[in-house]
């Protein structure tokens, strides 16, 4: 039996090409060697203030994204987290075996209420949601980041402690980190990751070829000069050396300015984009289609969900 593959995606922001580059090619690559799973967290975004309208309408884009950047359904479970319930069942089954010191420390939590003002609950208890999330598939790979490592060390430690106290229950999951992988930072601030909320630094996999123009060519450099790779004292024009990279399959050479290298990265970014927008444009043309893609998602995950969630309810203690 292929390892099963859990890869989740907030609805609180645009997709962008550090989503692509790191985390939807390396899904796409993976769909004919593990039994995947693609789920679009709506209850994440629940954790923030939010705009109702705006999260259904991020939910659908992204599901519509991860078809066009090569997510195939008929390999891959494209799922929605709301329309399984059993993530919310087994979230608090899990919260009846997680300590609140436990969840408090998560970063999430610990900066927002860090910075003062009000905290929804919610984001306390999230990171137990999210070990639900991966609990309930018999996840045994998650992809994760620097930035989600704790998430899923707290649904090891869950996932353990539920397991010698009552039985048995669930894969402890493990922590992959796709070799290869590039790690694409914000264009403005190549000292922080490219990230969803919007800016001057981010290319978004929507966004059309002049603002894709503009933002490459407003790139931070350096007064270095030189077209190398140097983390540390050229993070920028590393940064841009990565995602030429990562769009062509292949190491650049033979750039003597800054101005060169920039219109290169700019020709790959667009050569990458142009068939993501083609394709997303064609499925708004058929909004039917992404209900049926989450519903036969929901369809295919379902009876691997209950069964999780009802060997859990037993082992903790309820009536079947």
Not at 26 to 33: K, S, Y
Not at 52 to 58: D, S
Not at 280 to 290: F, I, K, R
């Amino acid at each position: 039996m292929m390892n099963r593959r859990l890869s989740g995606f907030t609805p609180s922001g645009h997709l962008h090409l550090g989503n692509l580059l790191g985390a939807l090619r390396p899904m796409a690559a993976a769909q004919d060697d593990h039994e995947s799973i693609a789920m679009i967290a709506d209850l994440h975004a629940l954790t923030l203030e939010h705009d109702p309208a705006t999260i259904r309408a991020l939910t659908r884009e992204q599901v519509s994204v991860l078809l066009a950047a090569g997510i195939d359904p008929a390999r891959t479970a494209i799922i929605l987290q709301s329309q399984v319930r059993e993530h919310t069942e087994l979230h608090y089954l899990l919260e009846s075996a997680t300590m609140h010191g436990e969840a408090a420390r998560m970063i999430q939590f610990k900066e927002k209420s860090a910075a003062g003002g009000p905290v929804r609950l919610s984001l306390l208890t999230y990171p137990v949601l999210m070990a639900a999330d991966i609990l309930l598939y018999d996840t045994r790979h998650v992809p994760v980041g620097d930035d989600q490592s704790q998430h899923l060390e707290l649904a090891r430690t869950i996932a353990t402690r539920f397991n010698r106290r009552y039985g048995e229950t669930f894969t402890v999951p493990e922590g992959i980190k796709t070799e290869g992988t590039a790690r694409i930072m914000d264009l403005a601030n190549p000292a922080a990751k490219m990230a969803k909320s919007s800016g001057t630094g981010r290319i978004g996999l929507l966004d059309p070829s002049d603002v894709v123009r503009r933002t490459i060519a407003r790139a931070v450099t350096d007064p270095v000069g030189v077209v190398r790779r140097d983390p540390d004292a050229q993070p920028g024009i590393t940064n841009l050396l990565e995602i030429l990279t990562a769009c062509t399959g292949s190491a650049p050479t033979g750039f003597t300015s800054y101005d060169a290298l920039k219109r290169a990265v700019t020709e790959a970014v667009e050569a990458t984009l142009a068939p993501i927008r083609a394709r997303y444009a064609e499925l708004l043309t058929d909004p039917g289609h992404v209900d049926a893609v989450l519903a036969d998602g929901k369809a295919r995950v379902r009876e691997t969900a209950q069964a999780t969630v009802q060997r859990a309810r037993q082992a903790i203690g309820l009536l079947s």
